[in-house]
């Protein structure tokens, strides 16, 4: 059973579990934002895909892992890279904001704080101590530049 519980502790699962969590909101509640809002949450979702598969092409170019809880053999400072640490985490939160936007589920805005949590308990912290372990000063001069989810600093 443990190993089970493992296997399915991953990003995407998290993701469709809070993507379920955001539609069961909308389903019970009225529509409350314009009939536009529906493209804006269309678009910012395809921007969060967008933003992923860039950061995995990135990933992959320089020969590094992806999958979460496995040992990098490159640092990724460059692309997307420069303006997050971590933009296929990000991608997944604009796929959630974009999904509630869609589905005019406007209640289930506080979902994407219990997301962005999860990913940062489960998984960000330990990835930061991994890139730490392996890449030392070049790790800590990029999260002195660039913020975990957003922004340079």
């Given at each position: ?17 809070h993507l ?69 985490y990000l ?20 979902v994407v ?41």
């Amino acid at each position: 059973m443990r190993k089970i519980l493992t296997l399915i502790d991953l990003p995407p699962v998290w993701l469709a579990g809070h993507l379920a969590v955001a539609w069961l909101i909308g389903m019970l509640m009225p529509p409350v934002l314009a009939g536009s809002v529906r493209q804006v949450g269309g678009a910012i979702a395809a921007a969060g895909v967008l933003l992923m598969a860039v950061a995995v092409w990135q990933m992959l170019r320089a020969r590094t892992t992806v999958i979460p809880r496995r040992a990098p053999s490159a640092l990724v400072t460059t692309g997307v890279f420069s303006i997050s640490r971590n933009p296929i985490y990000l991608g997944d939160a604009l796929v959630l904001i974009g999904a509630i936007l869609w589905w005019d589920a406007i209640l289930a805005l506080p979902v994407v704080a219990s997301f962005v949590s999860v990913i940062t308990a489960r998984f960000i912290r330990a990835e930061e101590a991994r890139l730490t372990e392996a890449f030392g000063p070049e790790f800590d001069l990029w999260a002195a530049r660039v913020r975990r989810w957003l922004g340079r600093k």
